[in-house]
Nanobody
Framework: QEQLVESGGGFVQPGGSLKLSCAIS????????IGWFRQAPGREREGIAC????????AYAQSPKGRFTISRDTAKSTVYLQIDNLDSEDTGVYYC??????????????????WGKGTSVTVSS
């Protein structure tokens, strides 16, 4: 069974940083994209960044952007999301998701269909 497990969330003060992890297993394909998403309280889920498996192509959403960095460790089958200069608007649940296949762009956020359960981030002083 396909599995994505997020970790690394928690409480952080404004201005701090977090590095979230997404451990990937059993996708049964070497061609896929991993996307990071977040859902703030009372808001719809939004895509943040994505990376493809075969060539490591990276793309970011138009918004939010600038403080997010996606990366991967292929040996560990893990994709990361670094978030810097956190503020209260970054509070929410962060999810990683997978989309299988080869495609021109990984920013079609509605095409992701394997999801983790999320990790919660709270930014507060």
């Amino acid at each position: 069974q396909e599995q994505l497990v997020e970790s690394g969330g928690g409480f952080v003060q404004p201005g701090g940083s977090l590095k979230l992890s997404c451990a990937i297993s059993n996708l049964n394909s070497d061609a896929y994209a991993i996307g990071w998403f977040r859902q703030a309280p009372g808001r719809e889920r939004e895509g943040i960044a994505c990376i493809t498996s075969r060539d490591g192509y990276i793309a970011y959403a138009q918004s939010p952007k600038g403080r997010f960095t996606i990366s991967r460790d292929t040996a560990k089958s893990t994709v990361y999301l670094q978030i810097d200069n956190l503020d209260s608007e970054d509070t929410g649940v962060y999810y990683c998701a997978a989309r299988l296949g080869v495609f021109a762009a990984c920013v079609l956020w509605s095409e992701y269909n394997y999801w983790g359960k999320g990790t919660s981030v709270t930014v507060s002083s």
